[in-house]
T-cell receptor, first 110, second 114 residues
Framework: LAKTTQPISMDSYEGQEVNITCSHN???????ITWYQQFPSQGPRFIIQ???TKVTNEVASLFIPADRKSSTLSLPRVSLSDTAVYYC???????????FGQGTELSVKP | ETGVTQTPRHLVMGMTNKKSLKCEQH?????MYWYKQSAKKPLELMFV???????ENNSVPSRFSPECPNSSHLFLHLHTLQPEDSALYLC?????????????FGSGTRLTVV
């Protein structure tokens, strides 16, 4: 399973754009990149998933360069309610399971 | 609600007690999972069930006993637990255990062992 590395914590202010970068140097051809969000005392919630280039949904954007060895989750104009832990995961399309790392603890301040 | 419901939300039990955690999903998923999350630690995968059969047990102590009577329900039976077993226990489901895609998590059971 590809290992991921992301910052342990980040601080931001309301209204700012937040970019969280994750490195996954050993990503395999069939692996997808998936991000989850977890609030305290709740289960993780799926945010976004991509394979290459750029993916955008109503919550976030995911940027993946051509070599796929890293990815960046972009949260536009964060609010206090975006304070959470964000997990970057590399998930196999086949024969795998969801394995979590430490995640990035994002703190949004007023 | 995410589609995966866990009960109870909070549980306090003594080390000699026996209790059970319940997870229910009506998403039509075929795979269900138990994860443990201790304070300030990553989620740890405990058990994987696919079509009601246990397909993975990640070296979990026998004081944790899972049960999957059908594809919609998953239980975690607890007995003679230790204080270090206090954690958030999360249930998840997915369409297929053979891929890491499409997991839905419940809100978890906060377990405190005294």
């Amino acid at each position: 399973l590809a290992k991921t590395t992301q910052p342990i914590s980040m601080d931001s202010y309301e209204g700012q754009e937040v970019n969280i970068t994750c490195s996954h140097n050993n990503i395999a051809t069939n692996d997808y990149i998936t991000w989850y969000q977890q609030f305290p005392s709740q289960g993780p919630r799926f945010i976004i998933q991509g394979y290459k280039t750029k993916v955008t949904n109503e919550v976030a954007s995911l940027f993946i360069p051509a070599d796929r060895k890293s990815s960046t989750l972009s949260l536009p104009r964060v609010s206090l309610s975006d304070t959470a832990v964000y997990y970057c995961l590399v998930v196999p399309n086949q024969g795998g399971k969801l394995i979590f790392g430490q995640g990035t603890e994002l703190s949004v301040k007023p | 609600e995410t589609g995966v419901t866990q009960t109870p939300r909070h549980l306090v039990m003594g080390m000699t007690n026996k209790k059970s955690l319940k997870c229910e999903q009506h998403l039509g998923h075929n795979a269900m999972y138990w994860y443990k999350q201790s304070a300030k630690k990553p989620l740890e995968l405990m058990f994987v069930y696919s079509l009601e059969e246990r397909v993975e047990n990640n070296s979990v102590p026998s004081r944790f006993s899972p049960e999957c009577p059908n594809s919609s329900h998953l239980f975690l039976h607890l007995h003679t637990l230790q204080p270090e077993d206090s954690a958030l226990y999360l249930c998840a489901s997915s369409q297929d255990s053979g891929t890491g895609l499409g997991y839905t998590f419940g809100s978890g059971t906060r377990l405190t062992v005294v």
